[in-house]
């Protein structure tokens, strides 16, 4: 079955970049089938989807508005993995981030990173 | 402020029937399908129903899902310990282009 295992840091430090990545086993990411997201989670904003990326004869990535200016979701085909940038963090960004397999219907998840950003 | 709509909490004793209802509208829950999705204590949360209505396979048939216009809702019947988590509701939001979820739903088994 396809499992999905998250590394990066813990901590960032405010305005610094915030980089995670998720690596795929039982799948691949340029899967015509499949999507690949990131998620957060917060006490004070709840769920929020980030983005995804997915491929389909060529790449398509989108972005939710509310990050869509700080945020990039990349594909590496050689380590069969994908990966979170979101620039300029603040503490408001602080969250457990979590990746997920779509389309339509997000599964499964990674085990999710708690980022703190604190300096 | 989430997108969709769900009660904070929710409780019931073991081997009642519970009802978490989630409410949204015409650019998601009104145009595409709700999943729902099972949190238990530090941890990711698992797919739970999909489709409105369809479970994964090993989820138990004690859980079903339902969708009606703008509304959705998740039932547990034959109430067990092991329930105890939050749930949440999800569907794409096409004005937004993307997944809005629920606030969750925090289930307590008396």
């Known amino acids: 079955q396809v499992q999905l295992q998250q590394s990066g840091p813990g901590l960032v430090k405010p305005s610094q970049t915030l980089s995670l990545t998720c690596a795929i086993s039982g799948d691949s990411v340029s899967s015509n089938s499949a999507a690949w997201n990131w998620i957060r989670q917060s006490p004070s904003r709840g769920l929020e989807w980030l983005g995804r990326?997915?491929?389909?004869?060529?790449?398509?990535?989108y972005y939710a508005l509310s990050v869509k200016s700080r945020i990039t979701i990349n594909a590496d085909t050689s380590k069969n993995q994908f990966s979170l940038q979101l620039n300029s963090v603040t503490p408001e960004d602080t969250a457990v981030y979590y990746c997920?397999?779509?389309?339509?219907?997000?599964?499964?998840w990674g085990q999710g990173t708690l980022v703190t950003v604190s300096s | 402020q989430s997108v969709l709509t769900q009660p904070p909490s929710a409780s019931g004793t073991p081997g009642q029937r519970v009802i978490i209802s989630c409410s949204g509208s015409?650019?998601?829950?009104?145009?595409?399908?709700v999943n729902w999705y099972q949190q238990l204590p530090g941890t990711a949360p698992k797919l739970l129903i999909y489709s409105n209505n369809q479970r994964p396979s090993g989820v138990p048939d004690r859980f079903s899902g339902s969708k009606a216009g703008t509304s959705a809702s998740l039932a547990i019947s034959g109430l067990q310990s092991e329930d105890e988590a939050d749930y949440y509701c999800?569907?794409?939001?096409?004005?937004?282009?993307?997944?809005?979820f629920g606030g969750g739903t925090k289930l307590t088994v008396l």
């Open positions: 999800a569907a794409w939001d096409g004005s937004l282009n993307g997944w809005v």
């Open positions: 997920a397999r779509g389309p339509s219907a997000l599964n499964p």
């Open positions: 015409s650019s998601n829950i009104g145009r595409d399908t």
């Open positions: 990326t997915y491929y389909r004869s060529k790449w398509y990535t």
